[in-house]
């Protein structure tokens, strides 16, 4: 991935939208949902992304996980413009910089834990004997060892996130980017997971982007932005111990 | 890659079972059918040449009558032959290796209290290499017997095992209904001609013979005639028609009142009529190959709509559009190669079975085999294609939404 051997690291955030549009359809059905946002994350900033349905943080999250594109501004992740590269190149950058949590886990049915944490080294051309060993630990990391052969139907939705969480991980990305992960959990499995993604967060120095309803989760990430009508409505650093 | 995408696309496909052995039904029925058809057309080939050749080879036939002239076959001045004519071919004719005129008729053989009813035929010792018979035993006329018209005759190989079973007919006499002949040869089997009739169910006996004491004329039924290895027999049939033009008195305004069929053009209509029909068989089973693609492509089409949710987990980890496209054409590939394995098998085993059901040899052609498994591998790529692109270019974001 040579995509920012050209880049300034120091110089740029790791992650900086600017003035960055979204519209869909045209004309008088033309829906905006993203107005103009405008936003940098820094390298180990852990991020919680608030604000009512259709404010526009779905769209926002989409758009830094380089799921889609601004119709206007630019994204540049690591000084790098996302909005010219090609569908591809897209996918090779999640490839190699993004890991994805998403709400509903979204695993692979009927295939075990270790083999969905395997899955995105698989494109990424590792030897299966490499695959195994950093599926394994990613797991061990996420306190799932010894339930490597069990498949999602047979684990509890909290062990399910975790999975996702060891499959994010195990690429060693820069972001992860989660969406409400806690949303289908009850409490205790949400502080488990928002404890673990914390821990990810300090010792890894993986940045974290992290969508939540919830204030109780929201108050693990050091900073958080608040959308409304798709824009940042306001924006609360909370002092904590990345800053 | 390629081959954990195999392992992944069999795993996909044994996940529903039932749904992908009905997916490959068709391709198996295709393959196996094409295969057995070509194979059994190929020993049907096979069959009908060799046949021809037992017949005789550069082998004429020259009969009385205009040949096959529409329903019925009217014959409108059936004038037999004569012995002379026989000798005038002979003799006038140059490049041939045999010249044998024959006459025959219905006829009881009876030997002790054994009875059968066969053909028995006039002809000279021409006839047997004309004809291509081999003397399984006992010897040919000879020449006084000839002459003289005496009571001599040759069996057949399914005459003499009819009369005599396991004993040695040679030297004993049967009865041809009322003529006591002496036994002096018995010929070499050659089974069932290509129009089931059995070749082997005759008696030889001197023309004369048959022309004095039995049908009690001097007719001439037909004429056989072998050219010479190298020469045409094509121009060996214009000299006969000619000469024998000539003998007739036909004038040039009339039509002939005879006719030559060479046996050569025999052989050719009838392989390639076997060779037509075993292209029409063919081109039948390969339809059905067609139409096992298509159930391909929609089951893939299905599967995809299916794992939409799936493909868009892919796609967000960081799969590119293409390694999308190959998995899902890997495993169209995969599932109609599959069928094409099993049709092979399965087609091969039905050659052998219908061979031996219709008397055929059962011919093996390697080439048909590798075609028509190249052919179901080519079918899941043409019709796993589009599906396959089809799943590659989800948006990630749509597909991770579908429930």
């Not at chain 2, 954990?4 to 490959?24: D, F, G, K, W």
């Not at chain 2, 009217?74 to 006038?92: H, L, N």
Request: with cysteine; net charge neutral; aromatic share 6%.
């Amino acid at each position: 991935m040579n995509m920012t051997s050209s880049n300034q690291k120091g110089n740029h955030p790791l992650i900086e939208l600017q003035d960055v549009s979204k519209v869909y359809g045209a004309g008088a059905a033309a829906m905006h949902a993203l107005r103009r946002v405008a936003l940098s994350i820094d390298e180990g900033e852990f991020v919680a992304v608030m604000g009512p349905s259709g404010s526009g943080k779905s769209t926002c999250m989409n758009i830094l996980g380089c799921l889609d594109t601004p119709t206007m501004g630019a994204y540049l992740f690591e000084g790098v413009d996302v909005g010219g590269l090609s569908r591809d190149q897209r996918a090779v950058l999640r490839r190699n910089y993004l890991g994805f949590v998403f709400q509903g886990y979204n695993l692979l049915n009927r295939t075990s834990a270790l083999e969905n944490v395997e899955l995105p080294l698989i494109y990424r051309g590792v030897s299966a004997t490499e695959r195994r060993e950093r599926a394994e630990q990613a797991l061990e990391a996420v306190g799932l060892n010894g339930w490597e052969s069990h498949t999602p139907g047979e684990l509890s939705g909290g062990q399910q996130q975790r999975v996702a969480i060891a499959r994010a991980i195990v690429t060693s990305p820069k972001v992860l980017l989660a969406d409400e992960p806690t949303g289908n959990l009850d409490s205790a499995r949400s502080c488990e997971i928002m404890e673990l993604l914390t821990r990810l967060n300090h010792e890894r120095r993986i940045t974290i982007v992290m969508v939540t309803h919830e204030r109780d989760m929201a108050a693990y990430a050091t900073r958080v932005i608040r959308f409304l009508d798709g824009a940042v409505h306001s924006e609360k650093q909370d002092g904590g111990t990345s800053e | 890659m390629i081959w954990e995408t195999i392992l992944l696309a069999l795993r996909q496909i044994r996940r529903n079972v039932m749904r992908s052995s009905l997916t490959i039904l068709g391709i198996v029925i295709g393959v196996s059918a094409v295969i057995t058809m070509v194979t059994l057309g190929g020993g049907a080939t096979a069959k009908v040449t060799s046949d021809i050749a037992k017949l005789g080879t550069n082998l004429l036939l020259v009969r009385p009558g205009q040949g096959f002239r529409g329903p019925g076959g009217t014959r409108s001045t059936e004038d037999m032959f004569a012995v002379g004519d026989a000798e005038a071919i002979g003799r006038d004719i140059s490049g041939l290796s045999g010249v044998a005129p024959m006459a025959s008729q219905g006829t009881q053989a009876i030997y002790g209290n054994q009875n059968w009813s066969t053909t028995v035929t006039g002809s000279t010792n021409d006839y047997l290499e004309v004809r291509n018979w081999q003397l399984e035993k006992g010897r040919q006329f000879t020449g006084g017997e000839l002459r003289a018209g005496k009571a001599v005759c040759i069996l057949g190989a399914t005459v003499r095992k009819e009369l005599f079973g396991g004993l040695d007919p040679l030297g004993t006499t049967i009865r041809l209904e009322k003529l006591a002949c002496q036994v002096i040869g018995v010929l070499e089997s050659k089974g069932e001609s290509s129009f089931g009739t059995d070749q082997d169910d005759f008696v030889l006996i001197p023309l004369r013979t048959l022309q004095r004491r039995i049908a009690g004329n001097t007719d001439v039924s037909a004429i056989y005639v072998s050219a010479q290895d190298g020469v045409s027999t094509k121009k060996v049939e214009q000299d006969i028609e000619r000469l024998m033009r000539e003998r007739r008195h036909i004038s040039s305004a009339d039509e002939d009142n005879f006719h030559v069929r060479d046996m050569q053009e025999l052989v050719s209509t009838m392989t390639g009529t076997t060779r037509v029909l075993t292209g029409l068989l063919g081109a039948v089973a390969a339809v059905s190959l067609l139409v096992g693609g298509i159930g391909i492509m929609n089951i893939m089409l299905v599967s995809v709509t299916e794992r939409t949710r799936e493909i868009g987990i892919r796609l967000a980890i960081g799969a590119l559009e293409r390694d999308v496209l190959i998995q899902f054409l890997v495993e169209a590939v995969v599932l109609s190669s599959s069928g094409g394995l099993i049709g092979v098998l399965l087609g091969i085993v039905g050659a052998i079975v219908g061979a031996r059901f219709l008397g055929v040899p059962f011919v093996f052609d390697p080439g048909i085999v590798v075609i028509s498994f190249a052919v179901s591998g080519a079918v899941g790529v043409l019709f796993g294609y589009f599906p396959a692109r089809r799943a590659g270019q989800l948006d990630p974001i749509e597909a991770l939404r579908h429930e």
